[in-house]
């Protein structure tokens, strides 16, 4: 969602601004704007669309100034248009704010009362008004500040900067990250480290209700109560490097293919390779007295979940809850003393999880959470950290970040069925020689991708793609359905293939391409029944499956994509595989904007 970037230089800003707003494009955007502070004045720039719009409007009427502000905006309360672009301003003040100011209906209306005319339709242009209008009565910037942040509610991330400050920004953090980088007689404002990669390795991320007085020489922080506060300097380790390209054509393209060593990198961390054990990190509470799992996540992390509950059940014999975050507060779960509430995410930001998170953890619930971002939210705030060692995932559909998440849920659930005495040690070590399988069938599955790429044209043209599977696959044919859409934008669905004859199959035509994920094992015959059904209704079946489910089943199919054989435990992990490079071959055919489809963000951080 919307990325942040401040300068406190010593040379022009411009360009380096627009440079870092780059970096961050990948989190999702529709508007972008910059605005520097020079000879007394402060100098705006917006344009709606893509930076390159941004980029010619400064071209054109240049931005001096070695201190300034930059933003890319996810359009939340207000279309996105150039006057709902950041940074928001009065000749006074300007800021880029990411997250929302729940309470700027009445504050608007206020300062309404008081004379105030507004430009946008934003929830953010409240705070600059608030801080404009101490400043207009003789406040510094610093008390300005001071007095309106606790005005504020919701969730935010604020970089400010003021005509009569020149040398100096102020940020804030609350609900959305913001980090602090210290470069040589230079400090930057960022959403993530990665935005101040090139610029900076060391950071200090601030922490919920912090905010700092930002300048040349360094960086004052205060915490919620304006007390000033010290924050570790951490060196962010996040590289230039992983946020290019490299020989791949896009960034889904190049993470679906650094599938195998992530996933082995992410191993490396939950299996003791030599005893052929699972190794968690330290657990502080005993996990015999669980009684209880409850999954919440959003989107591709919330499919992680549901594969994840399978073998929690299966291995452990603990039942196992699960919702998708935007709905879980609303249903007021039952949350018994001695649960386990555990959290799936990328970014570990995604709003809706964090607030989850949050619930359960007042509700006396141990929190463990699975993130790739080991200094987001939802790791700060966990019980257990659990991270996937995926690196930047910087394409907008989730690809690796799914494998690598089924990794550690997969030897957390082995953990838990140890632990529970429900596995013997010989149990244990077959599942861990299942899981260093992965690595090299996920290589196989890759081997295919000339395959696939060459298929893509069967499906372009549909209005509508079913996906099926069963058990874990299930979830699996919902992650198909989901990448398929999102990158190519054909309308697409996952059943369960049980359902497909309770209404679903009434879709079938021979316009209708269905996917079929049948590995080939306890639950094929099932799905290749099923796949019968649709096809004895005229359907097109493309059917993935392994050489011995092809031989059986693949006659008569509109394509087959064929896969290693895989025991049912890493089945899931390797099945991953085809359906995110379908999908990605055919938005590459479709000709549609892969790494930034339209509308959507990459870290969700409003509810
Ligand atoms: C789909 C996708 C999203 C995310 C979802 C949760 O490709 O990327 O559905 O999985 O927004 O995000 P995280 O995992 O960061 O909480």
Redesign the pocket.
């Known amino acids: 969602m919307c990325g942040i970037i401040g300068i406190v230089g010593t040379q022009p800003v411009a360009e380096r601004l627009i440079d870092g707003l780059k970096r961050m494009e990948y989190r999702g955007y529709d508007s972008a704007g910059i605005c520097t502070i020079h000879d007394g004045a402060l100098i705006r720039r917006r344009a709606e669309g893509k930076l390159a719009n941004l980029a010619r409007e400064v071209a054109a009427r240049p931005a001096a100034g070695e201190v300034g502000i930059a933003h890319t905006r996810w359009a939340t309360h207000g279309a996105p248009t150039e006057a709902n672009a950041h940074p928001h301003a009065t000749p006074e003040v300007a800021l880029v704010h990411n997250g929302i100011i729940e309470n700027f209906r009445p504050l608007r209306e206020e300062l309404r009362g008081q004379g105030r005319t507004f430009e946008s339709e934003t929830d953010s242009e409240v705070v600059v008004h608030l801080l404009s209008l101490r400043i207009e009565q003789g406040m510094s910037p610093e008390e300005a500040v001071r007095e309106v942040l606790p005005m504020l509610r919701g969730a935010f991330a604020l970089a400010m900067a003021f005509r009569q400050a020149p040398d100096m920004l102020i940020g804030a953090r609350l609900g959305s990250p913001l980090v602090v980088g210290y470069g040589d007689g230079e400090t930057y404002l960022g959403s993530d480290a990665l935005a101040l990669a090139p610029l900076t390795q060391d950071i200090t991320y601030l922490e919920e209700g912090d905010w700092v007085i930002v300048t040349r020489d360094g960086a004052q922080i205060f915490d919620a109560d304006g007390n000033p506060v010290e924050r570790p300097v951490t060196k962010s380790g996040a590289s230039a490097a992983a946020i290019e390209k490299g020989n791949y054509r896009h960034f889904m393209q190049k993470e679906i293919f650094e599938q195998p060593t992530v996933v082995a990198q992410t191993l490396r961390s939950y299996v003791r390779q030599l005893e052929r054990t699972v190794a968690l990190p330290q657990i502080d509470f005993d996990i015999t007295r669980i009684n209880r799992i409850t999954i919440v996540?959003?989107?591709?992390?919330f499919y992680a979940g549901m594969v994840a509950k399978y073998w929690f059940e299966t291995f452990a014999r603990v039942p196992v809850d699960i919702d998708v975050a935007s709905e879980f507060r609303y249903r007021d779960p039952v949350l018994e003393p001695g649960g386990l509430a555990l959290f799936?995410?990328?970014?570990?930001?995604?709003a809706d999880?964090l607030a989850a998170l949050r619930h359960c953890k007042q509700a006396g619930q141990t929190i463990a959470v699975v993130v790739n971002v080991p200094t987001s939210s939802m790791a700060r705030e966990a019980d257990l950290l659990l991270p996937t060692h995926a690196g930047p995932e910087i394409g907008?559909?989730?690809t690796k970040?799914f494998t690598c998440q089924l990794a550690v849920l997969a030897a957390l659930a082995a953990h838990f069925a140890v632990k529970k005495g429900r596995l013997s040690a010989a149990e244990e070590r077959a599942i861990v020689d299942h899981l260093l399988e992965a690595p090299a069938c996920l290589n196989a599955a890759l081997n295919h991708d000339d395959d696939i790429a060459a298929m893509a044209h069967l499906i372009a043209p549909a209005r509508d793609v079913l996906y099926m599977g069963r058990g874990p696959d299930y979830p699996l044919a919902l992650e198909g359905a989901?990448?398929l859409k999102?990158i190519s934008y054909i309308h697409a669905e996952g059943y369960a293939s049980g359902e497909m004859k309770h209404g679903p199959i009434a879709l079938i035509d021979d316009l209708v391409p269905v996917v079929v994920l049948a590995p080939s094992g306890p639950l094929f015959e099932k799905t290749v029944s099923n796949m019968q059904e649709v096809r004895a209704r005229g359907g097109k079946i493309v059917l993935i499956s392994d050489a011995q489910g092809i031989e059986e089943a693949g006659e008569g199919c509109l394509a087959t994509i064929e896969m290693p054989k895989v025991h049912p435990l890493i089945a899931p992990l390797v099945y991953a595989v085809p359906v995110q490079l379908l999908a990605y071959h055919v938005a590459v055919a479709k000709g549609t904007d892969v790494d930034q489809p339209r509308n959507l963000a990459k870290?969700?951080t409003v509810e």
Do not use: N, R, Y
């Not at 996540?297 to 992390?301: F, K, P, Y």
């Not at 799936?344 to 995604?350: A, D, K, L, V």
């Open positions: 996540a959003c989107g591709t992390s799936i995410s990328q970014s570990g930001e995604t999880t907008v559909a989730s970040a989901l990448k999102e870290s969700v």
